[in-house]
């Protein structure tokens, strides 16, 4: 077919993401479209979802729909501002934090351009890089706890850069994804120091920054000023219960700021998702009760998943790395109870589930306990 050779390679043989089963296709698919209740904790979403007072507003601006949104985001961008402390020239908005990193690619690597991660890591920043034809070199971080280290990292880069070559891009997700493990503070400011002397660009994707609780670890908006190498990701997808609606925010030096916002297509932040920021900004105190829910049941977590004997990744996200020695078929027995996780080999890491950690005991109880079943019977049946 000649329409073929028309086609991007690059574009053509990328491996898509792949994202956690959604609940409708797991009703339709396992449950023949019955009434049943699915549990999903595949994609680390907020379960306490979007606060009542936010989505009575949100209907009513149902009502303004059929305009255009705000392109420029001016409302949303000056809220982002107070509430973060930073000049709006540092801030960009995206559909997702995914789409942002895909304008940061743009704008920055071209073909045979080096990146840098640890690995495992989120999956994007693989794909991002097959698609730019950059190369992606990766560190393997190490159990028992993958800690981000400076020193390690430092050490590979100056291989590297021993060898002739020359890393571009370094990328750390603090709390990783798929591990939940974190750099600290005192480790990152090691690395910027390094990286702004090499001129290497570092992207700190802080998805995750609300649950962490270590007395070491960063606020990578509070440094955007001081490190002009440096890009903060935060996204409204996890804490913020707005996973549905979109919404991921850039922090960066203006230049870098002012390319992905030439690059930004057109009204890319719709209207529901302008709005519903700017409310949950307003109302980030109602958010304090489910962040501290959500660590209070990963120590629960892990006190179950130490009594059953199961070996886990000590996490300071809101999921958890669980080792399964069969993952796939753990996954997809606990699927045949409702129960929706990640293998984790969809991360790139075998033997591992991925699990997202709800607020409500109940839902981590049901998941524990589907958990203990499928283990016994596979311990029972092997
Ligand atoms: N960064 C990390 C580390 C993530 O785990 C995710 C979501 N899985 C994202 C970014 C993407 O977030 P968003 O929903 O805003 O695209």
New binding site residues.
């Given amino acids: 077919m000649w329409i073929k050779e028309y086609i991007d390679k690059r574009a053509y043989n990328l491996q898509r993401y792949k994202a956690g089963k959604p609940i409708e296709e797991i009703k339709r698919e396992i449950f023949g479209d019955k009434d049943v209740k699915i549990l999903k904790l595949a ?2 979403e907020n379960l306490a979802g979007v606060n009542r007072k936010i989505l009575k507003k949100l209907k009513k601006d149902l009502e303004n729909v059929h305009y255009y949104p705000d392109d420029s985001m001016y409302y949303l961008i000056d809220s982002l501002s107070k509430f973060y402390g930073i000049d709006s020239q540092h801030i960009s908005v ?6 942002l ?1 895909r304008y940061i690619y743009q704008v920055l690597i071209k073909e045979g351009d080096v990146i840098f991660t640890p690995h495992p ?2 999956a ?1 920043y693989y794909i991002d890089s097959n698609l730019f034809g950059a190369k992606h070199l990766t560190y393997d971080l190490s159990s028992p706890n993958y800690d981000i280290k400076a020193s390690d990292m430092i050490e590979k880069i100056e291989l590297l850069h021993q060898k002739g070559i020359k890393v571009k891009l370094a990328v750390i ?1 603090s ?3 798929p591990t939940g493990s974190i750099i600290t503070n005192s480790d990152l400011l090691e690395f910027l120091d390094y990286t702004l002397k090499n001129r290497i660009v570092v992207i700190l ?1 802080e ?2 920054f609300e649950f962490v609780d270590h007395y070491d670890y960063h606020d990578g908006v509070k440094l955007v000023k001081e490190y002009e190498n440096l890009i903060v ?1 935060r ?4 804490v913020f219960s707005l ?1 549905g609606l ?3 925010v850039a922090f960066s030096n203006p230049y870098i700021i002012k390319a992905i916002n030439n690059v930004r297509l057109p009204f890319n932040v719709n209207y529901l998702a302008q709005r519903a920021v700017i409310y949950s900004l307003q109302n980030y105190k109602s958010l304090l009760k489910s962040i501290k829910r959500v660590v209070k049941e990963k120590y629960y977590i892990y006190q179950r998943l130490n009594e059953m004997g199961i070996e886990f990744i000590p996490t300071f996200a809101n999921f958890i790395a669980i080792k399964v020695e069969d993952h796939i078929k753990v996954y997809n027995d606990l699927l045949l109870k409702g129960i929706i996780v990640r293998p984790a080999s969809d991360m790139n890491m075998g033997s591992y589930i991925r699990v997202t950690i709800s607020p409500y005991r109940d839902d981590n109880n049901l998941f524990l306990d589907a958990l203990k079943e499928v283990m016994c019977a596979r311990s029972s049946s092997g």
Avoid: H
């Avoid at 995206?94 to 789409?99: D, T």
């Avoid at 996204?235 to 996890?238: D, E, G, I, R």
């Fill in positions: 994609s680390n995206g559909n997702g934090a995914v789409e990193i890591t989120f994007i997700c709390p990783n994804n994707d998805a995750y990701l996204t409204f997808s996890k996973a979109r919404i991921g």
